[in-house]
């Protein structure tokens, strides 16, 4: 019939789209589910009944945010629900929910009586999410350090010759001019022998502070060797 028909067109979309629909009834804390037990590997109706309290499921870190999301929504002041949060498996492991709802019935007094929802697994997504910013970061970090002095943080040779060569090239004519000050510590093989390495380090992050403190951030301050800077 008709309606058998339609509920089949809804379960092939459902499927397809990797959707998973819920039907809550607050007034009597009753919730249906499509396919929500699957993702879960839930199996038996002890399991699938967890399902009515996502607080029995989710990750404690989750748990505020997920409750603000809903109560937000059923007080009116948020459009609709939506929320990511983790949802513990049947096995162990979390796997990452995209959870999306809107209420459907309200008494005369505006108390949300109903909501519909959907539930997508979001965890592959997050994965790549996850990978594509460690190697972002890691880009980040690369570049980083092939322009700057992990010690000090300030500019290293090649970042400061490129800096230097610029200059120049800006210079044409006769208003153009720019000032290149060296600066190297004396004595600092020494203080490196008697004192040891830790010492020294400081000593070269003093300076390199002290220098920052001194030249304004329109200049290129940079430790070229172990003790010579320039800017």
């Not at 998973?20 to 929500?36: A, Y």
């Not at 592959?124 to 970061?137: F, Y």
């Not at 153009?176 to 093989?189: E, P, Q, S, V």
Request: with cysteine; charged share 30%; proline share 2%.
């Amino acid at each position: 019939n008709q309606l058998a028909m339609s509920q089949e067109r809804l379960e092939l979309v459902l499927e397809v789209s990797g959707l998973s629909l819920w039907d809550w009834d607050l007034t009597t804390g009753d919730v249906f589910h499509t396919s929500s037990s699957e993702i879960l590997g839930l199996t038996s109706e002890h399991d699938i009944s967890l399902l009515r309290d996502l607080r029995q499921l989710a990750h404690p870190d989750d748990i505020p945010l997920l409750r603000d999301a809903i109560i937000g929504h059923l007080k009116g002041e948020l459009p609709e629900y939506f929320a990511e949060f983790r949802m513990r498996h049947r096995d162990g492991h979390w796997v990452w929910i995209e959870d999306r709802g809107w209420v459907v019935r309200r008494d005369v007094s505006g108390r949300a009586l109903r909501m519909l929802g959907t539930r997508r697994d979001i965890t592959q997504r997050k994965m790549q999410d996850e990978a594509l910013d460690a190697a972002h970061s890691n880009s980040k970090k690369i570049k980083y350090l092939s322009e700057y002095d992990p010690l000090t943080g300030l500019a290293n040779r090649e970042l400061f010759h490129h800096r230097l060569n610029e200059a120049a090239a800006a210079c044409t004519g006769k208003l153009g001019r720019f000032a290149l000050l060296n600066l190297d510590l004396d004595r600092f093989k020494v203080l490196n022998e008697s004192l040891g390495v830790e010492a020294a380090d400081q000593l070269l992050q003093i300076v390199a502070r002290r220098l920052g403190e001194v030249f304004s951030q329109a200049n290129t301050i940079a430790r070229l060797s172990s003790d010579e800077f320039a800017v």
